[in-house]
């Protein structure tokens, strides 16, 4: 039986469409300046920051942050109802198909290196990493840590978050001479932070989705019970290893189907032999095949 290959190329393309569209404020590029129109009070799915010049949409986990560290308001029904909704239905593949930063992980993984890790000692303990980061930065610090109005900052953006900084805040400095006069240790630090980042995801594959993306974390609670899911025909699996071997996140399918790490690249359908992987589209009590259409 001859070795299947896949290919990212449809994904990708996927990936840039949805990038344009939802960064679509062009005019952005050339003033400097972000959109504050009614869009921009919307959640776009993946991580997308609001200060990037062409943004149309919010950053789910930045509207999080300014929500719980708003002096007014602690909950928003609005972004409750956003994560469980986006996560019932789509869940990881959010992360697969739909996140800019996850699109520029993809590109950075292709530029050739003197040896790719695929995993290494750690790696799954790291994982929980991105867990703590939700918790700590997105949700305790916001909430904890306020000024003498009861306001908090966006920690998680302010300290971490790498697709801020080339998303955001390098346009926008390369834009307004004004801004480049008030840079400093803070910038310094995020410039560390991406610098890092750009050179781990050359090495491995996506390691800001795996270790430090509070969104992620969100977004993997939900799949094995998301309408979209993965199945494996067990009477077809040979038990070959291929969709192992072509697991960019380094997960076996068939121990884990529905991992919470799964991005639902749809790799390991592509490179199966014997067609024993397959994505379904559950909608109330009846179930849809849908094998080639989402991934």
Known sequence: MAKKRYSDKRRHLGQGAWTALTNAHFAG?????????????A????????????????????????????????????????????????????????????LIQDLLHKIPFIK????????????????????????????TLVNVIGSGNPYFCKLICPAGMIEGGWPLVALNP?????????????????????????????????????LGAIYGLFNKVSFYRYQLDENRCISCGQCRKACGMAIDPVAN??????IRCGRCKQV???????ASLKVGSGERHKNDALA
């Open 116 to 143: 790719k890790i695929h995993t290494f000692p750690g790696d799954k303990g790291l994982r929980y990493l991105k867990y703590i980061i939700l918790a700590v930065f997105v949700i305790i610090l916001p909430l």
């Open 29 to 41: 590029f050339v003033t400097g300046q972000i959109y504050t129109g009614p869009l921009k009070k």
């Open 178 to 214: 004004g801004l480049r006069a008030t840079l400093g240790h803070l910038f310094i630090w995020k410039n560390v932070i991406l610098a890092l980042t750009i050179v781990a995801s050359i090495i491995l594959y996506r390691p800001f989705c795996k270790y430090l993306c509070p």
């Open 272 to 278: 199966c032999p014997t067609e024993a992987l397959s």
């Open 257 to 262: 189907i529905n991992s919470p790490e799964c």
């Open 43 to 102: 959640c776009v799915p993946g991580l997308n920051c609001y200060s990037c010049p062409g943004a149309l949409g919010a950053c789910p986990i930045g509207a999080l942050q300014a929500v719980i560290g708003s002096a007014e308001y602690k909950v928003s029904l609005y972004l409750m109802g956003f994560f469980v909704l986006v996560g019932t239905f789509l869940a990881r593949f959010v992360c697969g198909w739909l996140c800019p930063f996850g």
